[in-house]
């Protein structure tokens, strides 16, 4: 096997939500190619399941880092792809939307006003 990208591990975020399948963190750098992590359009509406899905990561996003910049790292880029260029926004200018190690902050205000449910102390699944 190749030698693949390193690729900081969260260790104690979730890996994902419980009885859906769906995954917030990858295992292993992706020996094809990094995920670029981009603006995909949201299609889900409060109270549907995927709005349901989209805020437990976000209150795991905000309950991990909190206002801190964090590193991309193993969070599943399809997921981040989600709320970026919304509630999720590079650090820097020159973001590398292909990097393990790039940078990333939650943009609170937005993030509270589309996701109010991910800022409790507890998220019922």
């Known amino acids: ?13 979730p890996g994902g939500m419980p009885s859906t399948g769906i ?15 981009k603006a995909l359009p949201r299609k889900a509406r ?14 795991a996003l905000w309950h991990h880092f909190g206002t801190e910049p964090f590193e991309r790292g193993n969070l599943d880029a399809a997921r981040l792809s989600l709320l970026f260029g919304r509630e999720v926004l590079p650090v820097d200018k020159d973001f590398d939307p292909m990097s393990y190690e ?3 902050v939650i943009n ?3 993030a ?8 409790e102390n507890f998220f019922e699944v």
């Open 1 to 13: 096997m190749a030698n693949l990208p390193e690729m900081t591990k969260h260790r104690g975020f």
């Open 23 to 37: 995954q917030f963190t990858i295992r292993r750098a992706n020996p094809k190619g990094v995920t670029p992590v």
């Open 46 to 59: 409060p109270g549907t399941k995927e709005h349901r899905i989209d805020a437990a990561f976000m209150h």
């Open 102 to 104: 790039a940078m990333l």
């Open 108 to 110: 609170e205000k937005l």
């Open 112 to 119: 509270r006003q589309n996701f109010p449910e991910s800022f």
